[in-house]
């Protein structure tokens, strides 16, 4: 290559510039559906190709290997497991909610089944596809060549009906999305009539006549009308959907609920496991036993525990922990005519596929008025003829060159002599040329109807309307609304707790953070069984039911349900496995959530109090509470029973205020608790001023000193050494 051909360019503009018609080609050509046709490019292609192979609802399937192939060869140079893939969605009734590819063979199941190979498949278009490309051969949209140059494609398709919302779709593009649920057809044809009549039409007027998305599957809708209209408006936000319900009676009074209808894109097979799975780790108590007895109809049956629970109550229930109850996004996030994405509002969408139709008429009308033109031109001619038949007659047997002796006699154009020309024998009869003075006759009047057509735009729109009357009259029984639209019940969800059984467990954790739990209330005395090299760390008594909470020395909370700890008589399992701790993170304290207060101290002495509803943790990462200054830790925590707060330091020094000077605080550093020249704080422990304070000496011995006068003194003060017998180094532990 010469230095000529070498050109400069910033390594970042280049990588820019590039990026950027990526994303333009993913936004515009494959990820975002266009307004006008509700299809993406493969979609439209596979349509199209059926077309060619004259795959109509009314003629005999064809191989999908077929279509696949075609599409592929002539129009989508991508990988055919794709294009199998959409044409597989197409044509799966529980996917789309008005298919538009009748298959038969193995397409999948609503249980998330793939569908058979394309060889063993046959598909052929159905009547809502052929609605897409109705009149596509009347000049009604513009065509592209294919990326070979050896064939055309179209740009987009007619499409009688607002496929972009009736269908809906699904997207993932650069840096956008788009997600549109299904919605009614027949609703869609009202609101767009109401449109065509009432331009200025709000998006709330509309939503008189489409009440929300109509899911192939069913289900309740049960959002709100302000939340649906703000939906709608915007372009963006989401629809809660639920399974659809009964309740069967059995015999003795006992009953078993019966799921008849399961939300949008929600697999059956994996819907059932997930709650079979709840029922085992005993989420579910309620529950005794989930069965799958569908056939081509849903039907999944769930026993309840006791005959005596409400229905409504178990259902809120599921509702709340499965996919029973799901959110079904809005992203109204699609392709304008002038290839321009965004999100938009519900009017818009409805107004551009408008627009589009009222493009296709005029188009069409065009077509056909030329066409109409061009035979009237012949008519005119055959007219002549038979006007004149013995002297044509003569002219074309005679003359050499008859064509231009009757253009010239006649006063006929080319086209006129050529028709002449061509004509049959046959056609020279009487009965002929009043069949052509009746055409002749029906067609100047439809050609004056196209002309006044072209020119009003006040018939245009009724025509459309017409059209989508007529569409809406022949769909009959096809487009009835599937999804029901209620309002949420205030009901309540069961309190799963009521039905949780209690155990008494001890629970013992290891110097290496190695957890488990037995059952009973063991003497916490017993010589329990640890790792080589391991050693007992705290051993607390609680029951199964509880939430067990862990103060780490990082300042950090974390929590679990005791019945999610490992059980029996081994070792157990690192806690790592459970939270998201540092490595040889040190445990500070571990107890059973109680509805109360603790102190919890760090180890430059700062502390403050806090409700323990604050320190529940929800996820494996904890909840810091405590704030550290650097080179502190978290050291102590104590339950607040008492009125006084009894602090010591490594430096035997020890403060007793009152636990009402001591703020209350949802997380932070704290205040002073004592202060130190050289030293840190030791522990804290909450006591009775009337008890005094009990400690554990060496030996296993405890001691009470019920005279702590001495001691008490001001929050923030040094404090004075400890009684006689305190142990080294000083700690309250009992």
Request: charged content about 30%; hydrophobic content about 40%.
């Amino acid at each position: 290559m010469s230095k000529k051909e070498i050109i400069n360019i910033n390594f970042s503009d280049a990588i820019s510039e590039r990026y950027l018609s990526y994303a333009l080609s993913t936004i515009t050509s494959r990820s975002l559906p266009d307004v006008r046709d509700g299809l993406k490019p493969v979609h439209r292609r596979l349509l199209y190709a059926m077309r060619q192979l004259r795959l109509n609802p009314n003629k005999n399937y064809k191989k999908s290997a077929r279509v696949v192939g075609d599409v592929m060869g002539k129009f989508h140079p991508h990988g055919d497991t794709a294009i199998y893939e959409s044409m597989v969605r197409m044509a799966q009734s529980f996917s789309l909610r008005y298919p538009m590819v009748d298959g038969q063979g193995n397409f999948g199941n609503i249980d998330g089944d793939n569908a058979a190979a394309m060889r063993y498949t046959e598909a052929r278009m159905t009547i809502f596809s052929e609605l897409l490309l109705k009149d596509i051969d009347e000049d009604t949209v513009n065509f592209r060549e294919t990326y070979d140059g050896e064939d055309s494609e179209p740009v987009v398709l007619p499409s009688a009906i607002p496929n972009l919302l009736a269908n809906g779709s699904q997207g993932i593009a650069v840096g956008m999305a788009t997600s549109i649920p299904p919605h009614n057809l027949s609703e869609l044809f009202d609101a767009c009539l109401h449109l065509i009549k009432f331009p200025n039409a709000s998006n709330k007027k509309l939503l008189d006549f489409i009440k929300g998305p109509d899911f192939p599957t069913g289900g309740i809708l049960i959002e709100t009308k302000d939340v649906i209209e703000e939906n709608y408006n915007s372009g963006r936000g989401s629809f809660r959907l639920r399974a659809k319900w009964e309740v069967e009676k059995l015999k003795a009074g006992l009953w078993q609920l019966i799921i008849t209808e399961i939300p949008y894109q929600v697999q059956k097979s994996k819907l059932i496991e997930k709650i079979a799975n709840l029922i085992d780790e005993k989420k579910l108590p309620m529950v005794s036993e989930i069965l799958d007895e569908s056939s081509e109809e849903i039907r999944i049956v769930i026993e309840p525990r006791s005959r005596n629970l409400l229905p409504e109550m178990l259902m809120e229930t599921l509702f709340k922990l499965t996919d029973l109850e799901i959110k079904v996004p809005l992203n109204l996030n699609f392709i304008d005519k002038e290839n321009l994405p965004g999100v938009r509002s519900l009017k818009d969408a409805l107004k551009l596929w408008l627009d589009h139709r009222n493009e296709v008429l005029i188009r069409r009308s065009n077509f056909r008025y030329e066409k109409i033109s061009k035979r009237i031109n012949i008519l005119d001619g055959y007219l002549v003829v038979f006007i004149n038949l013995d002297r044509v007659i003569m002219i074309i047997r005679e003359e050499e060159e008859p064509k231009k002796i009757l253009m010239k006699e006649f006063e006929l154009n080319e086209l006129q002599v050529n028709s002449i020309l061509d004509m049959r024998l046959r056609s020279l009869r009487r009965l002929e040329e009043i069949e052509l003075k009746k055409e002749m006759s029906d067609l100047i009047i439809e050609s004056r109807e196209l002309r006044l057509l072209l020119k009003s735009k006040e018939l245009q729109q009724k025509e459309i309307a017409s059209e989508i009357k007529s569409i809406r009259r022949d769909l009959g029984d096809e487009i009835k609304r599937l999804t029901s639209i209620e309002d949420a019940p205030d009901i309540q969800p069961i309190n799963l707790e009521s039905f949780r059984e209690k155990e008494l467990i001890t629970i013992v954790l290891s110097y290496q953070n190695w957890i488990r739990s037995q059952k009973g209330h063991l003497d916490k005395n017993t010589k329990f069984r640890y790792r080589d090299g391991d050693k007992e760390n705290f051993v607390i008594h609680a029951q199964s039911t509880d939430k067990i909470l862990f103060f780490t020395e990082r300042g950090y909370f974390y929590t679990i349900n005791a019945d999610k700890l490992p059980s029996g008589r081994g070792v157990g399992e690192p806690l790592s496995k459970m939270f998201d701790l540092n490595d040889n993170e040190k445990i500070i304290s571990i107890f059973p959530f109680f509805q109360g207060k603790v102190v919890l101290a760090s180890s430059d002495g700062l502390g403050f109090k806090i409700d323990t509803g604050q320190l529940i943790a929800s996820t494996k990462s904890g909840k810091r509470i405590l704030s550290l200054n650097k080179g502190a830790f978290a050291k102590s925590l104590s339950i607040c029973e008492g009125d006084l707060l009894a602090v010591v330091g490594y430096n035997r020094k020890m403060i007793i205020f009152p636990l009402s000077e001591l703020p209350e605080q949802n997380k932070g550093k704290g205040v002073i608790l004592q202060r130190y020249k050289d030293g840190l704080l030791s522990d804290i422990k909450v006591v009775i001023s009337e008890k005094g304070i009990t400690w554990r000496m060496q030996g296993g011995r405890q001691r009470i000193e019920k005279e702590i006068s001495y001691w008490i003194g001001k929050r923030g003060s040094a404090g004075k050494l400890v009684p006689n017998g305190f142990p080294r180094p000083p700690i309250f532990n009992e």
